[in-house]
């Protein structure tokens, strides 16, 4: 382990930050400068042997089966993934050529079961107000989760231009929070799902709030509504929803000729920057931060006009450093629903969330876009005269 502490110590770039590593014979070595922010404590050979390897992907898992502990600030610490490899290439091969060879019609259920159908033990960590599962709007480092989460749906109502009598589609619903608060607020809603475990969340708040709304299990790309929306939402989906052109002119028919389309999501500057870990443990198949310049490009070449894009980086590491947070106080009820391996595998990816979303050196940001479905003048004076009569009989 000496050597490999000089190895490291003594390559091209710093280390991000300092680490401690306690060997099971005792030894303690630091690496890098100033106090560790990182103690990394290996149990058996298999640990010392990830630690070895500085395998992105062999640490994580030594981590999940316990052979090493990882004590201190993980999310500091997540910079040093910089210096780990990632050559897991049939894992990046067989998430590419799977919906080619079965088709993502067929994949897509499969994919979206494993990340999101954990007896929604993703919610210990979320909002408790409306349980969103992607980032709010904070004024502050001291705002709240729940705080954020009624900005950010405030943002994306308003965003959406809706009133009273409208019907929204909600594309991968999650557990109803955008539901709840569009039904208050007189507008129907339509929301989509792949996961049977959210399905059946959602489902009973509509029954137990009488909510008007519905929740179907139900595949983006199989989807055939009856009738144009006035808006759409996708909040933290189009990531699984990766061929943009498909996606783009899927939503073009339907959304009504003055209707808009919301979107926030994870972006990244290179085109295919998915980790391995992530696409075992976490998003599996096809998901990928939004490669912006590609999705530009479909909405570019569709009849949408970008009526808002806004950067929503510092609200990401925000709600991923407070998830972070949350999963960590509450390790108990997670073990009282789940396992120690699902414990770690999510304060994984929250702290790893919150560093690559930290500042803009990182190659990964997120963003807010509302896209609008223009329309001829005379019907667009005819819609708006017709939507202040509905609003001033309500």
């Known amino acids: 382990m000496q050597e490999w502490a000089k190895r490291l110590a003594d390559g091209p770039d710093r280390l991000p930050c300092g680490i401690a590593v306690l060997t099971p014979d005792g030894q303690r070595i630091v690496v890098g400068d100033g106090a560790p922010s990182l103690t990394v404590l290996v149990h058996n050979g298999r640990g010392e042997q990830a630690v070895r ?10 981590y999940i089966r316990g052979d090493i502990d990882l004590d201190g600030d993980l999310i500091e610490a997540a910079s040093l993934q910089t210096k780990m490899t990632d050559r897991e290439i049939l894992i990046k091969l067989w998430r590419r050529f799977k919906p080619l060879l079965f088709g993502r019609a067929r994949c897509n259920p499969e994919w979206i079961a494993d990340a999101y159908d954990r007896h929604n033990i993703q919610l210990i960590s979320a909002d408790q107000d409306f349980h969103t599962y992607t980032p709010g709007l904070y004024e502050s480092d001291h705002d709240s989760l729940e705080a954020g989460a009624r900005r950010k749906l405030q943002a994306a109502f308003d965003g959406l231009n809706l009133q009273p009598g409208d019907h929204v589609l909600d594309i991968g619903c999650g557990w ?7 039904t208050a607020r007189q507008v129907r809603m339509t929301g989509i799902t792949l996961s049977r475990h ?7 708040v509509i029954r137990r709030d009488a909510l008007e709304a519905s929740a179907h299990y139900q595949d983006f790309f199989t989807f055939t509504p009856e009738r144009q929306y006035d808006g759409i939402s996708l909040m933290g989906v189009i990531e699984d929803l990766s061929d943009y052109r498909a996606v783009v002119k899927r939503l073009t028919s339907w959304v009504r000729p003055g209707g808009r389309v919301y979107l926030d999501f994870a972006a990244s500057k290179e085109r295919f920057a998915t980790s391995s870990f992530i696409t075992k443990y976490i998003w599996p198949g096809v998901f990928r931060m939004v490669y912006l310049p590609e999705l530009i490009e479909a909405v570019w070449h569709s009849p949408f006009e970008i009526v808002l894009l806004d ?7 925000r709600w991923a450093r407070e998830s972070y947070r949350r999963w960590m106080d509450r390790k108990a009820a997670v073990l009282e629903q789940a396992d120690e391996a699902t414990w770690r595998t999510f304060r994984l990816m929250h702290a790893g969330c919150a560093n690559i979303m930290r500042d803009a050196t990182r190659g990964a940001s997120a ?4 896209l609008e479905m223009p329309q001829p003048a005379a019907r667009a004076t005819a819609r708006e005269q017709a939507r202040h009569v509905a609003f001033a009989q309500t």
Do not use: K, P, W
């Open 53 to 62: 390897r500085m395998s992105l992907l062999g640490i994580c898992e030594a």
């Open 176 to 182: 109803g929070g955008f539901i709840r608060f569009c």
């Open 198 to 204: 959210q399905l059946a969340f959602v489902t009973d």
């Open 311 to 317: 950067n929503d980086r510092m609200n990401y590491h």
């Open 367 to 370: 963003y807010r876009m509302v």
